[in-house]
């Protein structure tokens, strides 16, 4: 855990004072970094939680799971926000450092497929998202699905994706690639950007966390093998029917003590539960919100 001598607030530019409130003690910063998927949610975390204990800032950044679980490994942050479970090398060089990484479930998230609200198709097999982004797939235009998408005059599929920093794209390569992607999508730095370049694209499909659907995409439901056709909500992304689902992780560097286990107490309380509920995903257990 890091003291502070330049306060910051939720990764806001720091201000120029030494020591925090009028008792004159040393604020305590909690460095939380990772996942792209979460930092919305952390960041609400952090600004709430200000208001609990002013003796502490939490300072957020995001840069993908990938990019969070590295600064855990160079003992540059105390928790690490990641979409996907940190891999077995991961966890080892952590490890060669003297430190045991502990994982957190803080969320549960419905991985979203998004297409154009113009896109006639209302839903997807796992075996058709394979064969749209996996290396070696047959479908490259909308109408070997059989539909042909307004605006879309090319009837090309144009696959959007994230960088392989991210654990958004991690776990889609697991969960529905199995295997290396085709080469040629255009790969979006954030989630944001993913919904973005979707909504305004009629040829467009992409992927990413439900908490950034907006208006401008649709989300299909998906089927897994002969089973129901599910849509990606809180609720199916809770009980485990939505096929995509998956934990949404907080790492630290050994047993969390101190501010860093407060912390992170409170984001598993109903209260911050509740916060990561509002914004769009579901709770890690079951909670009561007002």
Not at 5 to 30: K, N, W, Y
Not at 61 to 73: E, H, L, N, V
Not at 178 to 207: E, N, Q, W
Not at 266 to 284: F, H, T, V
Request: aromatic share 6%; net charge neutral; glycine share 12%.
């Amino acid at each position: 855990m890091h003291k502070l001598v330049v306060f910051a607030l939720a990764a806001l530019a720091p201000l120029a004072c030494s020591r925090g409130g009028q008792s004159g003690t040393e604020r305590t910063v909690i460095q939380n970094k990772g996942s792209d998927t979460l930092v919305n949610v952390a960041q609400a975390w952090a600004e709430a939680y200000a208001v609990i204990d002013g003796n502490v800032a939490v300072a957020v950044t995001g840069g993908g799971s990938g990019t969070g679980i590295s600064a855990m490994i160079n003992g540059t942050v105390d928790i690490a926000n990641a979409s996907r479970r940190m891999k077995a090398e991961e966890i080892a060089a952590v490890k060669s450092n003297g430190i045991n990484p502990v994982e957190f479930v803080v969320g549960i998230d419905a991985l979203a497929v998004f297409v154009h609200p113009d896109n006639p198709l209302s839903e997807f097999s796992i075996e058709s998202l394979r064969q749209i982004y996996g290396e070696g797939g047959t479908f490259e235009t909308w109408s070997q699905l059989g539909v042909t998408v307004p605006g879309c005059a090319s009837d090309e599929i144009v696959r959007v994706s994230r960088q392989n920093n991210s654990g958004t794209y991690a776990y889609f390569r697991k969960a529905i690639v199995d295997g290396d992607f085709k080469l040629g999508s255009r790969d979006m730095h954030g989630s944001k950007d993913v919904v973005d370049l979707v909504g305004s694209t009629p040829c467009a499909i992409g992927y990413s966390g439900l908490a950034y659907a907006t208006d401008r995409v649709k989300m299909p439901c998906i089927k897994k093998g002969d089973g129901a056709c599910i849509a990606p909500s809180r609720t199916t992304a809770s009980d485990g029917s939505y096929p995509i689902a998956r934990p949404l992780l907080m790492y630290t560097r050994g047993k969390p003590q101190g501010a860093v286990k407060a912390y992170l107490d409170w984001i598993l309380s109903d209260q911050g539960q509740c916060i990561i509920r509002d914004k769009g995903y579901a709770p890690a257990s079951p909670v009561s919100c007002a």
